[in-house]
Each structure stands twice: as structure tokens, then as C-alpha cells.
């Protein structure tokens, strides 16, 4: 059963959005998206999700976060690698200390470089995503 890419890409953001707390899992067959938050209470996840699989056949699989990806540390160095490679190490050492991402942002901000690490975050995350749906058989739409 397909399913709408942006569904997977508003999950993969739900589950991001509070790694640990936030859970998103994919029903194969049908292509419902069920989703879990310890913080908001939500808790759409059938019973039989956790096993992995249904009595009646149907397969489970969780969105994966971004680190699964590698959407993380390793995307932020690779976006300093490319676009500000004379900034590399500089990049390097902010993500060796606590509050990366924060300062992270603040070094593109004074660098004017903000606006171009989002486009170049989102273009990797959507192929990121695709690859990881082709990987798994997750037929997409859109």
C-alpha cells in the first residue's frame, strides 16, 4: 500500500521533534502511521505493534530519527566540508562541546551561511528518507 511521502517526512519531523519520547510506526499493509509521545500522552500504537507483527500479518516498522539516518553530527560536517571548507575545523570543534547545535547555528548565523545549511539539511533529509523507503520496501507516493 503506498504512502504519502510528506506523511513520512511530518513523522520522521514528529519523531525528531523529541527523540526517546516521540515514536512514529509505519503499518505496512494498510500504510497508517501510528504515533506515540510519553510527553503529550499520545499513544496511537496497537498492541501488537511492539511485537512487530499482527496476527493478521501486518508488519510493523518505526520511523527512523536522524541520527538512524545520519542526518546529525556527520551532516553538519559534511555541509561545513563542502560549503565552508576554510570554517572545518572551527565547525569540528563546536560540535566536540555541549549545546552543538545552538552554537552550531549561531556560527552560520555570523556566518551568513543559515539560510543555506536549511536547504542543504532538507535535500539530504529527503533523500535520506527515500533511501531509506526503497531499503525497506515502503512504497511512496509523491
Known amino acids: 500500500m503506498p504512502v504519502s511521502f510528506q506523511d513520512i517526512v511530518f513523522s520522521f ?3 525528531g ?3 526517546g519520547d ?3 510506526i509505519l503499518a505496512r499493509r494498510t500504510g497508517k502511521i501510528y504515533w506515540r509521545s510519553a510527553i503529550s500522552g499520545l499513544d496511537e500504537l496497537p ?3 511492539e511485537d512487530g507483527e499482527a496476527e493478521d500479518g501486518e508488519e510493523y516498522i518505526a520511523i527512523p530519527d536522524k541520527r538512524e539516518l545520519g ?3 556527520p551532516l553538519a560536517l559534511d555541509f561545513a566540508r563542502q560549503c565552508l571548507p576554510d570554517d572545518f575545523d572551527e565547525v569540528s570543534y563546536i560540535f566536540g562541546g555541549r549545546g552543538a547545535y545552538r552554537n552550531f547555528r549561531a556560527f552560520l548565523n555570523r556566518k551568513k551561511a543559515l539560510e ?3 536547504a542543504f539539511e532538507a ?3 529527503e533523500q535520506a528518507l527515500r533511501e531509506w523507503c526503497e531499503l525497506n520496501a515502503i512504497e511512496v507516493e509523491g
Open 71 to 73: 542526518l546529525g553530527k
Open 116 to 118: 543555506r545549511w536549511y
Open 17 to 19: 521533534s523529541s527523540p
Open 47 to 49: 498492541d501488537d505493534a
Open 123 to 125: 535535500k539530504a533529509t
Open 13 to 15: 519531523e514528529f519523531v
Open 22 to 24: 516521540n515514536r512514529a
